[in-house]
């Protein structure tokens, strides 16, 4: 079932097309990752599917709902926190959950219950006395994120979340998102760091100038698109020949680090790697380490965008 339906939505801005026409849609219970370069489009999607701004064109279905007609309405079941840093200077981290609570008229003993909760699930105890003013970047950003879930919500919209935040933090956010959505949660995640794209996400859609390039699961996007793999060889001592001897090998592309360190890309990487293999035998260069390693997700990431650059 889709909790969100999107058909040839549009937003112009004069003559620029900040988004273009863009259908897809959203499965319930599930993380959908929204993927682009900076300038794609992604924020300024995000702010359409959350009634912020209005659409030049298209139609928008939230949980049911006819966002743009009925954008109050829609409101009332989804939770956002958007990039941009958004917090009360002179309150407490608790006080901030207990405000966003009585926004949200969530009763007083279910508000203070799910303060104490939350405090907890985010690592905020030691802090709770703090005013967010006193706090780092990453602890404001886990306060941002926290208090959305004050109050119940159907479906979340996440536009960057882990910015400020160290690994161990990032972690346990992602994983605590994860545990929402098994619980029923919906979450429209943006995300620059690709590798948190591959942890969490069900689906993806990646998206530049304003279009939406593909949409798949990450293994299907790795399946479809990364064909390609990549063959890293050490080599035992330095052959200042190596370039020269590997430089006749098709149907590949190969960097050189010095002469010690040699990386290939190629969709045919087993034959290329025996054509390799076989002239550094035949010349008695020795291998000290070799690995193969299936392409990842910001590898296509970066392919698709480039392609798309090219194209345009």
């Known amino acids: 079932m889709s909790c969100l339906t999107i058909n040839k939505l549009s937003k112009n801005y004069g003559s620029v097309k900040a988004v273009d026409d863009i259908t897809m849609s959203v499965k319930s219970g599930q993380v959908f990752g929204f993927l682009g370069p900076n300038g794609a489009g992604k924020s300024t999607t995000i702010k359409l599917l959350t009634t912020l701004i209005q659409p030049s064109g298209g139609s928008l279905n939230i949980l049911g709902i006819d966002a743009l007609k009925n954008p109050l309405k829609v409101r009332h079941k989804i939770g956002v926190v958007l990039q941009q840093p958004s917090y009360e200077p002179t309150l407490t981290v608790e006080k901030s959950l207990e405000k966003y609570g009585m926004m949200w008229n969530v009763p007083k003993n279910e508000r203070k219950s799910r303060v104490e909760q939350l405090l907890e699930d985010f690592d905020l105890v030691d802090i709770r006395k ?13 306060v941002q994120v926290a208090r959305e879930f004050m109050h119940d919500m159907d479906l979340l919209f996440l536009d960057e979340p882990t910015v400020g935040l160290d690994p161990s933090a990032r972690r346990k956010l992602l994983d605590y998102l994860r545990t929402k959505v098994n619980s029923g949660l919906t979450i429209f995640f943006t995300t620059h760091i690709l590798t948190e794209a591959e942890y969490l996400c069900d689906e993806i859609a990646i998206i530049d100038k304003g279009r939406i390039l593909a949409i798949d699961s990450p ?14 060889i050490h080599l ?5 020949e190596i370039t020269k001897l590997l430089s006749g090998i098709q149907d590949s592309k190969i960097d050189f680090h010095t002469g010690i360190s040699i990386t290939i890309h190629s969709e045919q990487s087993e034959i290329v790697l025996m054509k390799i293999l076989k002239i550094l035998n035949d010349n008695s260069i020795e291998i000290d380490d070799l690995s193969a390693v299936p392409t990842n997700l910001e590898e296509i990431f970066l392919k698709m965008v480039e392609e798309n650059v090219s194209n345009n």
């Open 219 to 232: 293994n299907a996007l790795k399946n479809r698109f990364g064909k390609d793999k990549t063959i890293k």
């Open 130 to 142: 703090k005013r967010n003013e006193d706090l780092s970047i990453g602890q404001r950003r886990r």
């Open 236 to 240: 035992l001592k330095n052959y200042p």
